[in-house]
């Protein structure tokens, strides 16, 4: 594919514009149509990116013959829903994560990519931050194994707001979403499969009807073991946090940064073509599209993740 790729993006909240503002730097490709809950603001948004179609309805989208992907960034109960729609349209997609909060739509969405062959991609984002692709590097050139991470995502939520501050229409979950993010990462450096994975969590809030508070451990059929501590109850520093403790060295990644375990900055600017990860994420979408080949944080890929999301949710008694 030589022209240029028109793409449907769902979703105008925080991080739909993150998506928009790395596709800015991506040659070869047009956002063509936004859709998202309120017309108004969602022309706003539109009209600041230069989107010529706006709508409600992501079906109406999914109708332009001239869109050829779409990028998800809505609500997590609509993922799985929405990702079979668009390639039931015949549209690419790649849908933020997480790809589903159960499994059996996680299969779904992945048993219909299969059939049709559309690049069908989730946002694992931590694949492609810089930090952690740079450790990966590392692991691929045998100069580094993991033997321990130790993770924190912690935020400070007790109200219904998103990443901007903004009330929110839905609820976060932190096993279905953030614990996802982890549960990926963990697998795919340690290069081996999860084989064991256990689950606490705190009281659930009275109003938003989850748990503020878990923790997670895993074990990974090499041996590897990972600790994983989450909150949206921290009122402190917000983020989620990942020490590496390995056989050559220490890493502590913040989203984008990366230090060894002394906390002098390492300098991960020349690992890629860009220092953001959702940036970076785009370009593999829109690459395997022009490649017809399978991305990097394919939903086939990011699957076994769901299975023990699923495990963990069991094991807490949903």
């Known amino acids: 594919m030589s022209k240029t790729i028109k793409v449907a ?3 105008a909240g925080a ?22 809950r309120d017309l108004a603001k969602t022309k706003e948004v539109a009209d600041k990116y230069g989107i010529g179609h706006v709508t409600t309805d992501l079906a109406e989208s999914l109708a332009l013959k001239e869109v050829d992907a779409v990028i998800l960034c809505t609500p997590t109960q609509m993922h799985a829903a929405q990702s079979i729609a668009c390639m039931n349209a015949g549209k690419h997609v790649q849908v933020e994560i997480p790809l589903a909060d159960s499994w059996k739509d996680a299969q779904e969405v992945v048993a219909l990519q299969k059939k049709t062959g559309l690049v069908a991609m989730c946002g694992h984002t931590r694949r492609f931050n810089p930090s952690h692709h740079y450790v990966h590097k590392q692991i691929e050139a045998g100069k580094f194994n993991v033997l321990q991470m130790d993770v924190q995502t912690f935020f400070f939520r007790r109200t219904n707001m998103n990443a901007l501050g903004q009330p929110r229409s839905w609820t976060d979950h932190l096993l279905w979403h953030h614990a996802a993010h982890t549960v990926d990462l963990f697998a795919y450096q340690c290069g081996s499969p999860i084989v064991k994975a256990n689950a606490v969590q705190g009281p659930i809030h009275p109003a938003l009807g989850i748990a503020m508070d878990m923790s997670i451990q895993l074990q990974a059929a090499n041996g590897a073991i990972c600790t994983l501590s989450l909150s949206f109850n921290n009122d402190g520093p917000l983020g989620t946090f990942f020490r590496y403790i390995g056989d050559t060295a220490t890493y502590i990644a913040r989203y984008d940064d990366l230090f060894n375990g002394k906390e002098e900055k390492i300098d991960v600017s020349k690992v890629d073509v860009s220092m953001n990860g959702i940036e970076l994420q785009d370009r593999e979408f829109f690459a395997a599209i ?6 990097n944080a394919s939903v086939a890929q990011v699957l076994p993740c769901y299975q023990v999301l699923d495990q963990l949710e ?5």
């Open 9 to 11: 993006l769902a979703g």
């Open 15 to 36: 991080f739909g514009i993150k998506h928009l503002d790395g596709i800015r730097n991506i040659d070869g490709v047009e956002v063509v149509s936004l859709v998202s």
């Open 314 to 318: 069991k094991q807490l008694g949903k």
């Open 290 to 295: 022009r490649d017809k080949r399978e991305p």
